[in-house]
């Protein structure tokens, strides 16, 4: 099997986590947006697993949650009929996992603990899954080729790899990089400021008000497509950090030559996101 990983994409943007401080408090954000999940939210997750995917139930099956965050997405794979696997690195992002486990799926075959996808001690003993979900997840490792090929290889023969990777957007990535690398190291005013102007830049109503009820948390705990929040989302993306990118010729690439099958892409046509890729496992 090929084994040598691509360079990064954007020259200066590796990620790689030196220092402690390096690194956003994603678990955080996570427990306080389990806090506004309910049945719609569910439904678009499920809806979302099971259209990318091409199947209208997950029974039978094995579904590997890698970097479950608040746990939406394994909670919506067990709605499916799922046996579900989740874990995270930050113990924040498992505690929400669990908490929504036990709320809305007591009794669940579901297991949620903590781990790395970079820890080869740990991902070997988990054996292989006919589903492997990470969404948004492998660029904030600080090794995204080397969580992408740990992540691969998780995927049984024939099963499903469903990942998406920030898109590719040259010198944009680079600002981006600094911009969120300045966000973990700042303090809760500059924090507050850099979120601040992220929703004027994305164009949240693009109004004073607007503004204010970001910064105060009291911004419409609105859904968004798969069932995210506008106002979580904006945190996780300005403060997102490490950050690595790669363009979908790139992704499409790296798998390929490890036997993969690309079944399903959705690209945010050159603009700033994630590109969503579900490719099939090798037989063998």
Known sequence: ???????????????????????????????DFVELVDERRVAQAEASLTGALGLTDLRRRTFLDIGCGSGLF???????GARVHS???????????????????????????????LDGDYTRGLGVFDIVYSWGVLHHTG???QAIEAASALAAPGGSLFISIYNDQGPASRLWWRVKRRYVHSGP??????????????????????VVKVMSGDTPGRARPRGMSARHD?????????????????????LYERGFTLRHLKTCRGALGCNEYVLTAPRG
């Open 143 to 145: 090794a995204m080729w």
């Open 87 to 117: 874990f995270d690195y930050d113990p924040s992002s498992v505690a929400a996992c669990a908490r929504l486990r036990d709320t809305f799926a007591p009794g669940a075959d579901w297991t949620v603990e903590q781990g790395s996808i």
């Open 74 to 80: 394994s909670l919506a794979a067990s709605r499916l």
């Open 1 to 31: 099997m090929h084994t040598d990983m691509p360079g990064h994409q954007t020259g200066d943007i590796t990620g790689r986590v030196a220092d402690p401080r390096d690194r956003f408090a994603f678990g955080d954000n996570w427990l």
């Open 234 to 254: 904006l945190v996780d993306w300005i403060g997102g950090f490490p950050f690595e990118v790669a363009s979908p010729e790139a992704v499409f690439s790296f």
């Open 189 to 210: 005013l500059t924090r507050r400021a850099l979120v601040a102007a992220g929703s004027v830049y994305f164009g949240a109503r693009g109004t004073t008000a607007a």
